[in-house]
């Protein structure tokens, strides 16, 4: 969740620590810090609770000399945010420096033990612990900061990824990882480190993806050591990132939010890219097609996710259920590691996640693995954790996703599961292929229907400006349109923090009709296909009561338009695609809210791109 960025090499490396926590402030934005090796020889340390402009003010009138140094951008778990609070942190003597993303779980007994013995801790913060930890090693048994490394990790409990500095050898940083990503960027002379490539691609795309429990000693005109917490040598294996700059700067938009649903013609293409073949009428997954026996075995299918994922989830047991007729479950990763499911091995479980980091998700993978199921991943990021602890699966290649309000990744990862449906269904023969063509026909146009929303933009901003001070909105859909009201309401709280709601339309008149009145903003999602006739009597059971409808409708649309204050019409498609072409508005209609309320959209308060907590 937190940013982490270090550099050695020829270079001053200031300047590209600030430039790689702005790329990273994305992930955590409640302070920012940097420790650096000055001209002076001295180890200095900058923090302050705020943004990473906030850091530079702190700065503005400092050393800031060094051609090594580490940063870090803040999302508090253990502590609030404040000065004191932001890593970097000393160890005891001042001789060390750490910057941490995870939680470690052990930090009372061990923050304890320390003070027993001497050591000062100055903030709350879990992370401290580390690096007196690691001095404390030095300390009693006269080792080396490479040695103390792993004798304090073996004893910490928890999930990190960290660097460490050290005042006696500024050419040398030392990384870690558990739980955690962790990238090193290889350059001429010189290393990058990063939780994620954002802040290291424009110098290299020469990287090395740090493995689970694995410690690297990162020395200036060395080659990159690598061991794990049982002091084992292992290969630095060097992969190409396959990412461009453009793709983490906004391009023209001033937001990555907004930039990001305007990408989602092409990023849709980029998910279907070799695999929809419409001259054939066919799905090609090479993780299905190698996996066949496995998969087309499956007597059960586990979808586990978080968040969006979840929603997109939702829909892919629609598709699946519908398309493969096998029976699908939708769980919340959190629910499901913690809960003692039954899990067979004859069970396959999919695991969806964008950044394929989300703790709760990872966690459900590993559970799934230790019960024998087989495991499907669908993520976005390349070489994540989630990607690499399941079986095979599908990346929905889209680019990075910045904007911490998913949005191109539900669209795709929608797009994904119904590629899975379809390719399962092909092999098991419960789809003819006259509708498996058309099909795969209809989804080839789906990119070019989204640029007709698209164009809507303006329209969507106007009305956005009415519910500038509204308190709270219902979303309603029914069958493959309710985990699109879900994922509505979402994207409106996360970014705009107005109480929002989906609902099954039907469960209104369980309970949510209360809270209709004049005041209340009714989205329904209520496209053509599927249950209109029903979702219209849920419209007027709405009307009755006074409540004001936004509809999203398909063009053309007449009776549900005649009962709507404000509608949204999206071409006509299939059943099973409506949820791709219904949220655009949606995610428009959040954004604008957002930002006439004045909301930063990037960075919405509380929230954090990466949850690699728990
Ligand atoms: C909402 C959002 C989150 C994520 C969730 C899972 O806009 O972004 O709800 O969907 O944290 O994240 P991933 O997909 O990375 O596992």
Redesign the pocket.
Known sequence: MCGIVGYVGGRQAYPILIKGLTRLEYRGYDSAGVALIGDSGKLVIYKTKGKVKDLEAVTADKDISGSIGIAHTRWATHGEPSDINSHPHYSENHNLALIHNGIIENYLSLKTELTRKGYHFQSQTDTEVVIQLIQYMMDSRSVSLEEAVPLALNLVVGAYALVIMDKDQPDKLIAARKGSPLIIGVGEDEYFVGSDASPIIEYTHKVVYLGEEQIAYIKRGEDLRITDLRNEEHTARISELEMSLSEIEKGGFPHFMLKEIFEQPRTLKASMQGRLHPELGEVKLSGVIDNRERLLGAKRIIIC?????WHAGLIGKYMIEEFTRKPVEVEYASEFRYRRPVIFPTDVVIA???????AD?LAAVKLAREAGAFLFGICNVVGSSIARATDTGCYTHIGPEIG???TK?FTAQVTTLFLLALSLAEQLGTVTDERRAQLVNELQRIPEKIEKILQHDGEIADIAKIFTYTRNFLYLGRGYNYPVALEGA??LK?ISYIHAEGYPAAEMKHGPIALIDEEMPVVVIAPKRGNYEKILSNIQEVKARKGRIISVVTEGDTDVKALSDWSFEIPDSEECFEPILSIIPLQLLAYHIAIAKGRNVDQPRNLA???TVE
């Open positions: 996710a978080c968040g969006t994922s969806i996640s964008q950044s394929g980091e989300t998700t911490v309000a998913s990744a979402l994207k996360e791109k990466s949850v």
